[in-house]
């Protein structure tokens, strides 16, 4: 990645183009397999996370495919085409910015189903339903959109050729204006910040509400010979599938949450790129752990859930079974 010393420039490009080549293969494998082997439902996962599970990785795999393919390796390998266009350049931005608030929403959501499933137990026929988790998805994508509208009126071209706009830039009056200093504040809150905190406040009253319900439980079967709680230990795998996606979405966002904090978005596009400079280097750090977070949730479901892993290695048997047949 950018932040990798050398002596030569056209190295830091090589480096650059190698690592998002390298990145885009993973991330793509990596959601493409967590989608599929989903979509299944063998994972022993209710259709309700099922449904969540699948628009989170659908959604990084989108961040992935705008970030990586039509910014990143367009802007390196490519000559000037129609993605250059001021338009389109600043619709992808805007489709970076959907995607990347539906994947942390998403994440919320399904926080907030396990604290409903756990802890009010009225509510779960209710809420924990494949219906209500596809209208859950549906609406995040829709006010994820008109959320980021404004930021399509904040760009303009750069360059004018024959007529045509190429590239954008950040309008002079994005730098000065207070109403757009203010929507900048709004958005750092609401994307990641607000987020953090649901997930984090979520998750300790599901805690609270385990251990308490752990204490009465363990009473309750203490004079009982089999010991084996199938409720507790339903509970166990579900909670440490909920901590282990929560924890990597906090730690993979905060450096980007204290670069927005500190300094404003046009550092986006950071003029004075040293690869010795602080900001530059926090920047970019923070850019290359928000995406990592894009591609880790597959692994998080093969680490912790056993059905998963089952399912993954079925289907590398198939495939191997089916190259098989047609190599004969």
Same mark, same amino acid.
């Given at each position: 990645m950018p932040w990798i010393l050398s002596n030569s420039p056209s190295d830091l490009f090589c480096t650059e183009c190698g690592d998002n080549f390298l990145f885009f293969s993973l991330s793509l494998t990596v959601n493409l397999v967590a989608i599929v082997i989903l979509s299944r439902g063998k994972c022993g996962l209710s259709k309700c996370i099922t449904r969540y599970l699948v628009g989170m990785a659908a959604a990084d795999l989108t961040v992935v495919i705008i970030e990586v393919i039509l910014k990143r390796i367009n802007n390196i390998y490519l000559p000037v085409n129609f993605l250059f266009i001021t338009p389109?350049? @600043?619709?992808?931005?805007?489709?970076?910015?959907?995607?990347?608030?539906?994947?942390?929403?998403?994440? !919320? $959501?399904?926080?907030?189903?396990?604290?409903?499933?756990?802890?009010?137990?009225?509510?779960?026929?209710?809420?924990? @339903?494949?219906?209500?988790?596809? =209208?859950?998805? $549906?609406?995040?994508?829709? =006010?994820?959109?008109?959320?980021?509208?404004?930021?399509?009126?904040?760009?303009?071209?750069?360059? &004018?050729?024959?007529?045509?706009?190429?590239?954008?830039? %950040?309008?002079?009056?994005?730098?000065?204006?207070?109403?757009?200093?203010?929507?900048?504040?709004?958005?750092?809150?609401?994307?990641? =910040?607000?987020?953090?905190?649901?997930?984090? =406040?979520?998750?300790?009253? @599901?805690?609270?509400? &385990?251990?308490?319900?752990?204490? !009465?439980?363990?009473?309750?079967?203490?004079?009982?010979?089999?010991?084996?709680?199938?409720?507790?230990?339903?509970?166990?795998?579900?909670?440490? %599938?909920?901590?282990?996606?929560?924890?990597?979405?906090?730690?993979l966002w905060v450096t980007y949450v204290v670069h927005s904090l500190i300094w404003r978005a046009e550092n986006y596009n950071y003029t004075y790129k040293y690869y010795t400079n602080p900001i530059y280097i926090n920047q970019q750090t923070g850019y290359m752990l928000q995406l990592l977070s894009s591609c880790t949730n597959t692994c998080i479901y093969g680490l912790t859930q056993r059905k998963f892993r089952e399912e993954l290695k079925n289907g590398v048997k198939y495939l191997f079974t089916l190259n098989g047949r047609l190599c004969k």
């Open positions: 389109i350049c @600043t619709l992808k931005l805007v489709m970076k910015i959907v995607a990347l608030d539906c994947s942390v929403w998403f994440t !919320v $959501a399904f926080t907030f189903d396990r604290f409903v499933a756990i802890c009010c137990q009225n509510l779960k026929p209710k809420f924990c @339903t494949q219906r209500t988790a596809s =209208l859950v998805v $549906a609406t995040v994508c829709v =006010l994820g959109c008109l959320r980021s509208i404004p930021f399509y009126f904040v760009y303009q071209p750069q360059l &004018i050729i024959n007529s045509v706009p190429y590239f954008c830039v %950040l309008t002079a009056a994005y730098h000065t204006s207070l109403l757009w200093a203010a929507y900048e504040w709004f958005d750092s809150i609401l994307t990641p =910040l607000l987020p953090i905190f649901f997930i984090l =406040l979520f998750n300790a009253l @599901t805690i609270k509400h &385990i251990i308490m319900s752990n204490i !009465v439980r363990r009473a309750l079967l203490r004079n009982v010979d089999n010991h084996n709680d199938p409720e507790t230990e339903n509970r166990k795998k579900s909670m440490i %599938l909920l901590f282990t996606l929560s924890g990597n979405f906090i730690l």
